[in-house]
């Protein structure tokens, strides 16, 4: 049995598509990836998923329960990560997870136990009197996830779950998601617009873009399937035409007086690239990153700038009611 199963799924509002027909599956087990920028409909998917937006068309599983039909049991099966912080700054850590339990159905039998294993699984446990306000941003995400597994779920849903931290800070996170998953062989789905956190973490990713799924492999096969090496040139006119009909160059890409080459052998090819090409400024050669992925299907680079915000504080700059 698949522990997520989407077919076609659509959310509109109002006249605008925010997901415009997304069908993947993923394995029990397994830390599955919505990669995508800001905008990309990545939020709105699990929120269907998690049965808190009501898909416009399409169907969906979770856990063999149908998400339309059959909310109640989704719910109960799946925790939930948002990406805005959620836990009670004047609580203790502890408080947060026991609040949680009373609010939210856990069975209660064995409360400080679950909550005990919860703490150690992120290795909270010395700080779990200390009221949030004085955690770090770091162990405030650890808690959130902590929280989201109180109830033993078998599917986790993480919404960017290192969305602001510094990149030492989100590495650290990564290692306990994997520890989740190892330990509690619960099924992780996650949402990133960091190129690293997918290709770090993800056993399998989509990537999304407008509302659809432009590409959907292992981090290691969507790269392999680019095909030979990327040149990089900053070039300031360059003669696109000229290189893109050159007989071993697969894709040719320009950005911001940026070209990127993606050539079957690009030690046996530069010197012929460099010599038709124009004034070459700067020249690097390397092998596929997930990020010449995005860029080959989606057309765009993310900027970190740009991935910041969620829908919840749109909405509370435009006003805007669900
Ligand atoms: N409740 C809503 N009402 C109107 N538009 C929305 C609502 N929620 C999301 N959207 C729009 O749908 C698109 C996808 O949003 P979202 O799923 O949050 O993207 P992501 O999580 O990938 O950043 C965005 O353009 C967003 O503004
Ligand atoms: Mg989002």
Known sequence: ???????????????????????????????????GPNGAGKTTTLSMLATLVKPT???????????????????????????????DDLLSGRDNLYLHALMYGVDMHNIKEKIDAAFALVDLADKQNLIVKQYSGGMRRRLELARGLLHQPRVLFLDEPTLGLDPQTRQHLWKYIKKLVKETKVTIIITTHYMEEADQL??????????KI????????????????IIKLKVQSPN??????????????????????????????????????????????????LNDVFLHYTGSEIRDNEAEGGVFERMMHSGNNR
Do not use: W
């Open 202 to 211: 993800c056993d399998r990713l989509a990537i999304i873009d407008h509302g």
């Open 240 to 289: 696109v035409s000229v290189i893109k009909k050159l007989k071993y160059v697969k894709h040719v890409k320009q950005d911001d007086g940026m070209l990127t080459i993606t050539v079957d052998d690009a030690n046996r090819h530069i010197q012929d690239i460099l010599k038709k090409v124009g004034r070459v400024d700067n020249v690097e050669l390397r092998s596929p990153t």
């Open 1 to 35: 049995m698949y522990a997520i199963q989407t077919k076609e799924l659509v959310k509109r509002f109002g006249g605008f598509t925010a997901v415009g027909g997304i069908s993947f599956d993923v394995n029990e087990g397994e830390i599955f990836g919505l990669l």
């Open 214 to 229: 432009v590409a959907l492999d292992t981090p290691g096969n969507l790269k392999r399937k680019l095909g030979g090496d």
């Open 57 to 87: 068309s399409g169907s969906g599983t979770v856990n063999g329960f149908d998400v339309l039909k059959d909310p109640h049991n989704v719910r109960k099966s799946i925790g939930f990560v948002f990406q805005e912080p959620s836990c």
